[in-house]
Nanobody
Framework: QVQLQESGPGLVKPSQTLSLTCTVSGGSLTKYNYYSYWIRQPPGKGLEWIGYIDYSGRTIYSPSLKSRTSISRDTSKNHFTLQLSSVTPEDTAVYYC????????????????WGQGTQVTVSS
């Protein structure tokens, strides 16, 4: 069974870089046709897709966040990471990592596995 766990500081100061790590167990980051995502949910708002890194290391980011976002991976540790620079209080949210595939039986497989989420607060 695939399991994901987010980790990183829960408090970040404005203008600094938010850095989170997702540890994946039970599945390889290089597994063909699988994607590793970051998603967030600000207080009282809906889910917002941030971006992904795919099985070959290619990345795609939300247009609204692209200029501040970097997703990378360490295949030897089976980690993938999120860095969001120049943060403001508007970036306060629960951050989730997720994995899925586009080769499953339905679109529900695209985001088939989720971490429990981690609260990140941007405040001085």
């Amino acid at each position: 069974q695939v399991q994901l766990q987010e980790s990183g500081p829960g408090l970040v100061k404005p203008s600094q870089t938010l850095s989170l790590t997702c540890t994946v167990s039970g599945g390889s980051l290089t597994k063909y046709n699988y994607y590793s995502y970051w998603i967030r949910q600000p207080p009282g708002k809906g889910l917002e897709w941030i971006g992904y890194i795919d099985y070959s290391g290619r990345t795609i980011y939300s247009p609204s966040l692209k200029s501040r976002t970097s997703i990378s991976r360490d295949t030897s540790k089976n980690h993938f990471t999120l860095q969001l620079s120049s943060v403001t209080p508007e970036d306060t949210a629960v951050y989730y990592c997720a994995r899925g595939t586009d080769s499953g039986d339905s679109s529900y497989d695209w985001f088939g596995y989720w971490g429990q989420g981690t609260q990140v607060t941007v405040s001085s």
